[in-house]
Each structure stands twice: as structure tokens, then as C-alpha cells.
């Protein structure tokens, strides 16, 4: 039994200026259906047509059969629809993950800002023909909406005009207390925080600037912690304070951590911290000459200050372990009361060391083995 050979109808002069066009044009697609239809015109069979252009003998037969029922328009390549995104960018849904995006993540999520994950994960819950939805789906959606995630503060560049010097004794001093054997490189900085809501993240449009509610006004409790992190070992000395921090206090937490590090044997500890008002103080400036001529007298542990250029927090490796605690515990959570809120913090700070730990380790371990 033999198989009829599929062949083009007659091309009408209105269909041929066309083809024309489409094979002068730069559309791979048009092209090859132009010269479907010219070859199959011309007498060749749809087994030739496909192995001159390259294509399968039924795409041939398909679109010179779709031709001769629909004409021009049935083999006209279609405009893509945008695939699953233009299936679920409805008005319905991007207004439901806006509204997410501002409300914030549930209590039982454990934080207080929303992953995209996290989002994508609550919004298809919303929707009976949603089953699943990507995180990159949700940054689509909220871009669309002129809604981006934003930092209400943030640092570009240090105003310090002696920032190149004060890096390099940086560099110098923290290459020198990491080489030696009796010395250690200690990071100390603060953060305050409060047992009522305050969101310094959030989504929020990016043509207008974003505003923190601070209710200085009110009888707010609030806590700072000092926390002094052991560069080599990722150890944290934390001690809390009351209200926020002050030169007396940034006195009482060097003699705690100079008594600790006393007991550990150390002759010299490298401090690193940035100027701060309760840093450059002449009482803390005072303590610390006092405190280094008895560890000369009685063979203490030195304390050598490094202080950090002007707002350079690139330069802190606890700048961003602060902010991603806050990111964790604070924003819309009210805590009952600071000892609750104090745990919390340590908790997350704990968490988070370990995990800077681990990837420090690790980059350190490539080089090494890069070196060699």
C-alpha cells in the first residue's frame, strides 16, 4: 500500500508576498516554513525538503498540511505566552504575595522577615491551582509590583579620609597576632535591641524611601550586647548591659575580658573595634593605659587596641552576624520580657558563629591546600 504524497495547494499572490518576506527576514522559523512551502511548490518531496533544512520529514508534512487547511495563519509562529509565570502573574496572586511580603512570616516559621522560599510556599497554600511555585516566580512577581527587599540604613563608603592607613595597620596587626603563638585577634563590638516590634527590613517599594518607626517617645526596654569574638577559635565572650551602651560599662566588659584571657595565657591580645563614642572616650582611653602599665607591673595579658576606620563595617566580621540575629528576632515579635529576648539573641548569635565557623574552615582549608 502506498502512502500520497503530501504536496502544497496553490500559493495565492498575496500568500507569496509574504513567503517573500519571510525569507528575507531574519526569523529562523519563518524562513524555514517559507521554504517549506517553495521547495514543496516546486515539486520536491516532503523526504528531500527535510534533509536540505535540516528538520524531521513530519515537521515537513505538518506544516505544509497545516498550510493547506489554515493558510498562512496556522503556520505564522506564535509570540510565547511567558511559560509558568504568565500562567500564575494573575492581578489575584501578585496582590496576595504583596500583602504576604508585607505582613511577615507567620510565629511558627521562627523568623521574622519572609525567605522567597518561604513565600513562594505560602502563597501557592492560597490558591486551589497553585500546586507548587518558585522563589524566583515570587521575586518576579513583587518586581513587577515595584516591591523589592531593602535595608532601611545603608553604608556605601567609609568618609575616613585616613581609611587606606588605618586598613593597613589593620591588615599589619591582625597578621601579626594571628602568626604569633602567645597572641590572639579579638573582634568587639555592640548591638542594642528592644522587647517591642521594629522592623529595620522589610519589603517596601523602591522609588520611595524606607522609614523605621522608632518610638523614642515611650518607656521602651531596651538591652545592649557586647560581644568579643575570638578570631582564630570563633569563641564569644558576651556579657549584656542595661539601656544602651556608655564608657562605664564598655570598662567593666575590657576588665572581665581581659581577666579571661589572662587565665588563658595569652601575653598580648589584638582588640579590634570601631570608634564608637564609648570607644574613644577618655574614660575608656584612661582604663586602658592604667590596665596595660599593671599588666607590664604583674605579667597580665597586653591589651593592644586597633581602632577601625569611620564607618567601615565591611572591615567587622560581627557586623553582619548582628544583623542577621536582628533579621531572626526581631520585626513584628513582642517579647514578655528582656531576659526572653536575651535568650533569644544568644541563641541565634551561637547559631550563627558556628555557621561562619564552618565556612571560615573551610576557605581556610582550600587555601592551604592551593598553597601547597
Known amino acids: 500500500m502506498s502512502i500520497m504524497a503530501i504536496k502544497v495547494r496553490p500559493i495565492t499572490p498575496e500568500e507569496s508576498e509574504t513567503l517573500d518576506r519571510w525569507q528575507r527576514s531574519d526569523d529562523i522559523v519563518r524562513y524555514r516554513r517559507a521554504r517549506m512551502l517553495r521547495l514543496s511548490e516546486a515539486n520536491w518531496r516532503c523526504l528531500a525538503i527535510a534533509e536540505a533544512l535540516g528538520l524531521h520529514v513530519e515537521t515537513v508534512r505538518l506544516t505544509i498540511k497545516s498550510f493547506n487547511e489554515g493558510g498562512l495563519p496556522a503556520i505564522a509562529p506564535r509570540p510565547r505566552s511567558g511559560g509558568r509565570l504568565a500562567r500564575l502573574s494573575t492581578p489575584e496572586v501578585a496582590e496576595a504575595a504583596e500583602d ?62 585616613l581609611y587606606a592607613l588605618r586598613k593597613s595597620q589593620r591588615d599589619r596587626l591582625l597578621a601579626m597576632a594571628r602568626a604569633a603563638p602567645d597572641g590572639a585577634a ?127 563595617p565591611w572591615l567587622m566580621p560581627l557586623e553582619p552576624i548582628f544583623g542577621w540575629v536582628k533579621r531572626q528576632v526581631l520585626g513584628n515579635r513582642l517579647f514578655e520580657t528582656v531576659a526572653k529576648l536575651q535568650a533569644a539573641v544568644e541563641r541565634y548569635f551561637c547559631k550563627r558563629v558556628a555557621k561562619a565557623k564552618e565556612r571560615r574552615d573551610k576557605a581556610w582549608a582550600k587555601a592551604l591546600a592551593a598553597a601547597a
Open 186 to 312: 579579638v573582634w568587639l563590638d555592640q548591638s542594642w535591641f528592644v522587647r517591642w516590634p521594629y522592623r529595620f527590613w522589610a519589603w517596601a517599594c523602591k522609588d520611595e524611601p524606607l522609614r523605621v518607626a522608632k518610638r523614642w517617645n515611650e518607656e521602651v526596654d531596651t538591652t545592649a550586647l557586647y560581644a568579643a569574638l575570638d578570631d582564630e577559635t570563633q569563641e564569644a565572650f558576651l556579657r549584656w548591659a542595661g539601656g544602651q551602651p556608655n564608657s562605664e560599662v564598655t570598662v567593666q566588659f575590657l576588665e572581665a575580658l581581659m581577666a579571661y584571657w589572662t587565665k588563658k595565657g595569652k601575653r598580648f591580645i589584638v582588640l579590634f573595634w570601631d570608634k564608637a563614642s564609648w570607644h574613644t572616650s577618655k574614660r575608656t582611653q584612661a582604663w586602658i593605659r592604667s590596665y596595660n602599665r599593671q599588666a607590664k607591673r604583674e605579667g597580665l595579658t597586653r591589651l593592644i587596641v586597633c581602632q577601625l576606620p569611620t564607618r567601615s
Open 100 to 161: 504576604l511580603a508585607r505582613q511577615g512570616p507567620p510565629a511558627e516559621e521562627g523568623r521574622v522577615t519572609w525567605t522567597l522560599q518561604s513565600l513562594a510556599e505560602a502563597i501557592a497554600a492560597l490558591f486551589d491551582h497553585i500546586s507548587t511555585m518558585s522563589h524566583e516566580t515570587v521575586r518576579r512577581l513583587l518586581s513587577q509590583r515595584q516591591v523589592v527587599y531593602r535595608q532601611a540604613k545603608e553604608w556605601l563608603t567609609s568618609p575616613d579620609p
